[in-house]
């Protein structure tokens, strides 16, 4: 069954550190690249951040800085450290496979003091 399974958001104050997962199954991984979205409340779904199969990465220039993404392929999963939050990074993230057209049911990330 292909799969993508995002996990790791909560309530953090502002300042604070949230670290997400995103798993995949059912279709290869290793030479693809991955991708973190995220939507805000009434606003468009965007892109976040990029890891390429090389391990090349790109940001979302609000997150530079804040943000890392990695992925362990041995486990077929992509993670988003996510460091110096602010409210303005509330939205539910989602992870994003090529392959994969149908989007996971994210994982809600809400800072607030």
């Known amino acids: 069954q292909v799969q993508l399974v995002e996990s790791g958001g909560g309530l953090v104050q502002p300042g604070g550190s949230l670290s997400l997962s995103c798993t995949v199954s059912?279709?290869?991984?290793?030479?693809?690249?991955m991708y973190w979205y995220r939507q805000a409340p009434g606003k468009q779904r965007e892109w976040v951040a990029t890891?390429?199969?090389?391990?090349?990465?790109a940001y979302i220039d609000s997150v530079k800085g804040r943000f890392t993404i990695s992925r362990d392929n041995a486990k077929s999963a992509i993670f988003l450290q996510m460091n110096s939050l602010k409210p303005e990074d509330t939205a539910v993230y989602y992870c994003?496979?090529?392959?994969?057209?149908?989007w996971g049911q994210g994982t809600q990330v809400t800072v607030s003091s």
């Open positions: 890891i390429t199969k090389g391990d090349s990465t």
């Open positions: 994003k496979h090529p392959l994969i057209d149908n």
């Open positions: 059912g279709t290869p991984f290793t030479n693809y690249n």
